[in-house]
Nanobody, 122 residues
């Protein structure tokens, strides 16, 4: 499985961005998908996860109510819609894939994308 993240950029506080993560391989619909982020000087942190079917999602407390994860299995793509962005959301965002939703929720995954930079100016 190869993952290609895109959609990052520079946005003002209060603005929105939508990240995309396109996956290769025919098993996409069998894998849970997640987003993580890493800010300069900080450890990587969990952001959001979605089950293989898309029926369940979970979010870090810091992004609840502002970010939405969803997936289109026919396009082998998972998205992260980010609204009401704050400067503290600035980080490199990574998508990840794993057969287990719970593994992603704990902060691990079998497959990782290359990351896309999100910068939120104040």
């Amino acid at each position: 499985v190869q993952l290609q993240a895109s959609g990052g950029g520079l946005v003002q506080a209060g603005g929105s961005l939508r990240l995309s993560c396109a996956a290769s391989g025919r098993t996409f619909s069998s894998y849970a998908m997640g987003w993580f982020r890493q800010a300069p000087g900080k450890e990587r942190e969990f952001v959001s996860v979605i089950t293989a079917s898309g029926g369940s999602t979970d979010y870090a407390d810091s992004v609840k109510g502002r970010f939405t994860i969803f997936r289109v299995n026919a396009k082998r793509t998972v998205y992260l819609q980010m609204n009401s962005l704050k400067p503290e959301d600035t980080a490199v965002y990574y998508c990840a894939s794993d057969p287990s939703w719970a593994t992603i929720r704990r902060g691990a995954a079998d497959y990782w994308g290359q990351g896309t930079q999100v910068t939120v100016s104040s």
